[in-house]
Structure formats: structure tokens, C-alpha cells
């Protein structure tokens, strides 16, 4: 049998097995940060610097330091929180504005969402200044929402809703319409449901960006009490030395709800990555 | 069940004048078809009953009553969609049960009136189905059910069969017609397809660029259309029509032997209309209709009768033959039409001037 043969006598084109290597190269690089958090959080302070993947003497006790102390289980509900109050915010508020884009005619239309998009050109650190005046004038510094006001609706989600509220046939609404629905049940009732891959990809997007946010959340909070998950875990390193196995094990904690939700909805995120030609 | 009647009623985008003061009553219980190529304006008049297009002019009455500005669904009337607009989250019975969303009713009658529509529907085993585990024509079914559960005023239909294949839309057209029966509602039904409109119209409505050209049931248009439009569109395979000359009484075409009285008002150039059913392969006797000799370009046996495709002079026609007679293709045939069979135009108006 020759080498280009299965078992099963299906030829193996010399094309897949490049891009098997290729797919195998692009995971070990994606994967090898993830296994030396895990082993590192396994490791004593001592064997920090050992670089062995596998520990040699594996330990639970970071984990139990980490949960024993009040403050990491206040940070991971602070990120918790926030992550899903934005997120719940973005996908009302962005399907809603995407929603009245992609279906409704008015005057200003197009000027309203070439604004919108005109937004997406500005990077964060440019309005890192202005949000931080805004917050401190209206007295929301160190607050849950001076944390989150400026993520409660995003352009990008707008841009995507609208994207997708488009391919919903405008016969649905009218149907709806017909059959004596309000505008705003029509919305909620019809369009919603229709849209359902591309609100799963948009709440993973944000929810995965607000759980990992960390420049913004550093800048607003000055109390240890209000910090983030990751804003908290890089206080580690501003002790007198730098403790990477409790980075590292808060790290590993902080990556467990993320990995439940990839897992719940691995389905609608390669759904919503495809849809929207996004990378995630 | 409603009159509805349409007063003038336009439509405008802009400058352009898409729907031009169109004049009609359709009657309390009336199957009425509109039909015209695509871009005639009648799936925009359906909408402007349905309430969904705004009217730009004219006066809509629905029972008597002027509706102009009232929502959809303060119209009572219900609506079906080409696309089916079936809603792919909700089964079959949620969807059929959507058409009572705003009806007040209890959830017992609800279910009552959801279960009647899907008996009549032939939908009973399918009620807890996902519409994307149905076919074309149960999905079409689903749609109608909904606008059933509301007994409403008005049907209107948008072209609910173009996305069905041929057999399935003969067989929805036979259900649909039966449902007319039944329910005795007032219909107001879009296509373009002129099959549609024969077999299921009480009154079909032509329309063109946005106006009506002819009103009336399927037989009156077949035997008396207004126009050389209406002539070709209604009647399939489409009317030939061969250019003639009136002169003196007497009426010339090139290729051909007419006899018969000439309209009075005839006179100059004409087209002379006749329908394939009525031209037939054979030698007519003479001084009896139309006689001419044709060239064979083509047959379709369809068994019954063979169309027969001839080119008179210049023109082209069909005629029918008998089911076992292939005339050959090449061949000069005789074709023949009774007198009283050919419908004259004037070549410039295109507007009717009577029959030979």
C-alpha cells in the first residue's frame, strides 16, 4: 500500500497534510502559554523558574491561597458582574440600533451610521482621557459603573447587528405587522430570534472583552474592593516581588468561566466568526 | 368579509408615479386577481390595502369605511406571503397561533380556532413541527392557517405560489380556490402568472406600467380582451398576431385568406389576433374564417394535441393538431380558423376593434 493511501483506501491529497501541519503548529503556539499558566500554577515560588512543563512536585496550595483570600473571590465576582451587565447592555442596546439601521428608511440614516463607524477609528487609549474627565465630572470615578459606561454600547456591535438584522426578510416584519404587533414587538418577538447565532457571537465577543478588560478598569478604580479580575491578579505584581505562581493560579481560576462558555457555545462562536468574518 | 374599493388610488416614490389612480371595487366575497408583468404596480396596490405602502392618493375603503390612515392592523385584514414569512422559531402551531396574538380570546379558544385552521389546513399532525421540517407546500399551508385563525375581513395574497414547484402549485391553486368556497371571504390575490389568474379568479385585474388596462372574469378577457397586452398575456400559449391591412371593408393579410364582415370602425393597419386553440392544422373550405399555409418550425406533442409552431409570412403562430398527428418540421401546413375566432387591434392604438 502506498504512503499516500488510508487504510480505508482514500487518498490523502498532499495539501491536507500541509495544512494539518500548519493547524498543528498554530495550536501548540496557542496552547503552550495555556499549559505553562496551568503547570505554573501548580508550581512552588521556588519552581517558578524551573521550565519543566510537567512540575516536579505539582501542588495545590496557590489554589487554596488564592480562594482563602476574600479579595479574589471579590474580583471574580466584580469581572462577573460587570462582563454580563455590559454584555446584556450591548446586546439590547447595539441589536436596537442595528435593528433600526438595517430596517427602517429615515432622513440621516446613512450620515447616523457612517458616524457610528467612524467611531470604530478610534483607538481606546485616545479616549481613555476623555472617558476619565467624563467619569470624574459626573462623579463616577472608582465605581461599578465608571467601569462600565463606556463599554454599555458598542459600534462594532451596532455594525454587526445591523449586518445581520439585514438578512432577515423584511416579509417576516410585515407579516408581523399585518398580524397586529407594535414595532417594539416586532423587534423583541420576531427579529430577535431570527438574528440568534449573531446575538450568541456578539455576546461572546463582548463578554469575552469586558471579562478581560484591564486598562480602563486600572485607570477608574482606585479601591482594591471595586478591582477587576484582571486588574486584581496584576496587583500580585506590584508586592515587593513579582508572585507568578499566584498570577499564574488566578490567571488559570480567571480562565474557567471562559472556557465554560466557549464550551457551551463553541457552536455559535465558529457560527458567528464565520458569519461575520471576525477574528475572535 | 368586506367590500373593498379602491377610489383613485395612487402610489408615488419621489417624482415617479408608480401606481396611477386606479379606480376598483372588489366585491364582499370576490376572488379577485391582480395580474401583470413584474414592476406593473400590483403587488404595490396589494400593499397599500394591506396597509403596509402608504397611499399617495385616492381614497382605500375597506366595509364601507375609508382606511387611508389607519395601521395594518386596524384593517382586518390578513396577509400571505411569497416567502411565507412563517416564523422559523415557532412551530407550526405557535405560528398558525400567531395570527391571534392580539385577539382577545382565551387560551382554550385560541387553541379551538388554532386546531379548526390546522384541520382544514391538513396540518393536525404537524403542529408541534419547526417549519424547517416542512415542505414548500405544508409551509404555504401554515401561512394561509394563520391568516385563517383571525377570520378576517380580507385575504391578500403576494405571489404565494412562485416558490412552489408546477405540480405542488396546481394543487395549492385547486386548495386555495376550495378554501374560497368554504369560507366565502373576500380574496385579493397577486400574481404573475396568468394560469393563476384564469383558474381561480372571479374577477382578474390587468394591469400595466401602474394602471389597469382590463377588469374582469377569466372568460370575458380570453374571449374579449381590451388590448393587444391582455390578448397576449391572458390565454397560454400567448395570442399570434399577424399584421393586416383594412381597406375599402376588405381585410389583407399577407399569407393568408379572410373572410368574414370587417368592423366598421376598422380601417388603415391592424393586427389580427388569433389564439392557438382556435388555429388549427388542416385545410379549412374556403370563404369560411382563415385560411392560410404555414411553415413547421417546431412541434410540442403534449398528448392530447400537438402545439404546432408556423411561421405565416413574416409571423409567428401556434396551432394545434390533433394528439397523434406530428406535423413534420419544415413542412408547409393548411391551418384554419372558424369564423367569428379572430380578434382584430389597431396596429397604432393596439386597442381592440372587435371580432371576424
Redesign the interface.
Known amino acids: 500500500m502506498s504512503a499516500g493511501l488510508e487504510a480505508s483506501g482514500r487518498l490523502i491529497r498532499p495539501g491536507r497534510i500541509l495544512a494539518w501541519t500548519l493547524l498543528f503548529i498554530g495550536g501548540l503556539i496557542m496552547a503552550t502559554p495555556l499549559l505553562y499558566m496551568f503547570s505554573t500554577s501548580l508550581k512552588t515560588s521556588g519552581q517558578v523558574y524551573d521550565l519543566r512543563l510537567i512540575p516536579a512536585d505539582p501542588t495545590l496550595k496557590n489554589y487554596v491561597e488564592v480562594l482563602k483570600d476574600g479579595r479574589f473571590l471579590r474580583w471574580f465576582l466584580n469581572s462577573m458582574l460587570i462582563a454580563t451587565a455590559v454584555t446584556l447592555s450591548n446586546l439590547i442596546f447595539d441589536s436596537l440600533v442595528g435593528y433600526t439601521l438595517a430596517k427602517f428608511r429615515f432622513r440621516g440614516r446613512a450620515l447616523v451610521f457612517i458616524a457610528i463607524l467612524s467611531t470604530l477609528m478610534i483607538p481606546t487609549e485616545m479616549l481613555v482621557i476623555p472617558w476619565y474627565l467624563m467619569s470624574s465630572q459626573f462623579g463616577w470615578l472608582d465605581s461599578y459603573w465608571g467601569i462600565m459606561f463606556p463599554g454599555m454600547m458598542s459600534a462594532f456591535g451596532a455594525f454587526l447587528m445591523k449586518q445581520f438584522f439585514e438578512t432577515v426578510p423584511d416579509d417576516f416584519l410585515e407579516a408581523a405587522r399585518v398580524d397586529g404587533l407594535s414595532e417594539f414587538a416586532i423587534w423583541w418577538r420576531i427579529a430577535m430570534p431570527m438574528v440568534a447565532p449573531a446575538l450568541s457571537a456578539l455576546a461572546i465577543f463582548s463578554f469575552l472583552g469586558n471579562w478581560t478588560a484591564f486598562f480602563w478598569p486600572l485607570i477608574v478604580t482606585t479601591s482594591r474592593d471595586l478591582y477587576t479580575l484582571p486588574v486584581g491578579i496584576s496587583s500580585f505584581s506590584a508586592e515587593s516581588s513579582i508572585r507568578w505562581e499566584m498570577i499564574m493560579t488566578g490567571a488559570a481560576l480567571g480562565t474557567i468561566p471562559t472556557l465554560i462558555l466557549f464550551l457551551l457555545l463553541q457552536r455559535y462562536i465558529v457560527r458567528g466568526v464565520m458569519l461575520a468574518g471576525l477574528k475572535g | 368579509m368586506a367590500k373593498i374599493e379602491l377610489q383613485g388610488l395612487g402610489k408615488r416614490y419621489g417624482s415617479a408615479q408608480v401606481v396611477h389612480a386606479l379606480d376598483l371595487t372588489i366585491e364582499d366575497g370576490e376572488f379577485t386577481v391582480f395580474v401583470g408583468p413584474s414592476g406593473c404596480g400590483k403587488s404595490t396596490t396589494l400593499r397599500m390595502i ?3 405602502e402608504e397611499i399617495s392618493e385616492g381614497r382605500l375603503l375597506i366595509g364601507g369605511e375609508m382606511v387611508n390612515q389607519r ?3 386596524q384593517r382586518n ?3 400571505v ?3 411565507y ?1 412563517i ?3 415557532m412551530t407550526v402551531g405557535q405560528n398558525i397561533g ?2 391571534l ?2 385577539a382577545k380570546l382565551s387560551k382554550a379558544e385560541k387553541q379551538a380556532r388554532i386546531l379548526e385552521a390546522a384541520k382544514t389546513l391538513g396540518l393536525e399532525p404537524l403542529l408541534n413541527r419547526r417549519p424547517a421540517a416542512l415542505s414548500g407546500g405544508q409551509r404555504q399551508r401554515v ?1 394561509i392557517g ?1 391568516a385563517m385563525v ?1 377570520d378576517p375581513a380580507a385575504f391578500l395574497f403576494d405571489e404565494p405560489l412562485s416558490n412552489l414547484d408546477a405540480q405542488l402549485r396546481a394543487q395549492m391553486r385547486m386548495e386555495i380556490k376550495s378554501l374560497h368556497r368554504r369560507l366565502g371571504s373576500t380574496i385579493v390575490y397577486v400574481t404573475h402568472d396568468q394560469i393563476e389568474a384564469m383558474t381561480m379568479a372571479d374577477q382578474i385585474v390587468v394591469m400595466k406600467e401602474g394602471r389597469i388596462l382590463q377588469t374582469g372574469s377569466p372568460l370575458e378577457l380570453y374571449e374579449n380582451p381590451a388590448d393587444v397586452f391582455t390578448a397576449r398575456f391572458i390565454g397560454s400559449p400567448s395570442m399570434a398576431l399577424l399584421k393586416g391591412e383594412v381597406s375599402g371593408g376588405a381585410l389583407r393579410v399577407a399569407g393568408a385568406e379572410i373572410s368574414g364582415r370587417v368592423p366598421a370602425r376598422a380601417s388603415g393597419p391592424v393586427l389580427v389576433g388569433v389564439r392557438p386553440h382556435d388555429l388549427e392544422v388542416g385545410a379549412g373550405e374556403p370563404g369560411a374564417g382563415f385560411r392560410a399555409m404555414g411553415l413547421v418550425e417546431a412541434v410540442e406533442p403534449l398528448g392530447a394535441e400537438t402545439l404546432t409552431h408556423i411561421r405565416i409570412g413574416e409571423a409567428q403562430a401556434v396551432a394545434t393538431a390533433p394528439g397523434r398527428v406530428l406535423p413534420e418540421v419544415g413542412s408547409m401546413v393548411p391551418v384554419r380558423a372558424a369564423p367569428g375566432t379572430l380578434h382584430l387591434f389597431d396596429a397604432a392604438s393596439e386597442k381592440a376593434l372587435g371580432r371576424i
Do not use: S, V
Open positions: 394591506a396597509g403596509l395601521e395594518p392592523k385584514i390578513a396577509m406571503f411569497q416567502n414569512a416564523y422559523p422559531h400567531f395570527g396574538y392580539t401561512a394563520r383571525r
